[in-house]
T-cell receptor
Framework: AQKITQTQPGMFVQEKEAVTLDCTYDTSDQSYGLFWYKQPSSGEMIFLIYQGSYDEQNATEGRYSLNFQKARKSANLVISASQLGDSAMYFCAMRRYNQGGKLIFGQGTELSVKP | NAGVMQNPRHLVRRRGQEARLRCSPMKGHSHVYWYRQLPEEGLKFMVYLQKENIIDESGMPKERFSAEFPKEGPSILRIQQVVRGDSAAYFC??????????????FGEGSWLTVV
């Protein structure tokens, strides 16, 4: 079965420090995509970063980077220099291209940034 | 270039009433996905539609829920005879015609349904 696992229900980080949010996935697909979304208290889903299964380089977007370890089936999100505005729920998701491109989401990690 | 538009943003219904949630995909997108987020949970896939076709409804409850994406107009998620357990956020996402790879999937801001 295709599955996304986020083992950290909640995380705390000090402002300006880096934090890693864990994500592991399970799939037999060869072609897939991995996403991270941020959901602040206002509720919208904000796209952060994407990694394709065939991409050899780890994706980076500003302060966000994705630590992609294909053999371990992990796609951890690293946020550098945390800011108070980073406090939110973070969801890891996998997109299955042989299933119409639908996304499968993990349960989420609630990140709290301390001043 | 408008993004994915969902309305209403917030909807309150009494038990037994019907709820209709609308989603207008981004211009040029012909794939629409609906997801449901129950309190304290991640998003769960419900249904995937292309114009005038339901492609995958494996996540839809068997009763009371239906979805359509007509040739003209928005996609509609319809919930008949709502119950308290239907209270959730419903998100729509859209993707271009050739959604074979890449990060080309965009979410709307969600519709929050409260059943009282």
């Amino acid at each position: 079965a295709q599955k996304i696992t986020q083992t950290q229900p909640g995380m705390f980080v000090q402002e300006k420090e880096a934090v890693t949010l864990d994500c592991t996935y399970d799939t037999s697909d060869q072609s897939y995509g991995l996403f991270w979304y941020k959901q602040p208290s206002s509720g919208e889903m904000i796209f952060l970063i994407y990694q394709g299964s065939y991409d050899e380089q780890n994706a980076t977007e500003g302060r966000y980077s994705l630590n992609f370890q294909k053999a371990r089936k992990s796609a951890n999100l690293v946020i550098s220099a945390s800011q108070l505005g980073d406090s939110a729920m973070y969801f890891c998701a996998m997109r299955r291209y042989n299933q119409g491109g639908k996304l499968i989401f993990g349960q989420g990690t609630e990140l709290s940034v301390k001043p | 270039n408008a993004g994915v538009m969902q309305n209403p943003r917030h909807l309150v219904r009494r038990r037994g009433q019907e709820a209709r949630l609308r989603c207008s995909p981004m211009k040029g997108h012909s794939h629409v996905y609906w997801y449901r987020q129950l309190p304290e949970e991640g998003l769960k896939f419900m249904v995937y539609l292309q114009k005038e076709n339901i492609i995958d409804e494996s996540g839809m409850p068997k009763e009371r829920f239906s979805a359509e994406f007509p040739k003209e107009g928005p996609s509609i998620l319809r919930i008949q005879q709502v119950v308290r357990g239907d209270s959730a956020a419903y998100f729509c996402a859209s993707s271009p015609r050739t959604a074979s790879s890449g990060n080309t999937i965009y979410f709307g801001e969600g519709s929050w349904l409260t059943v009282v």
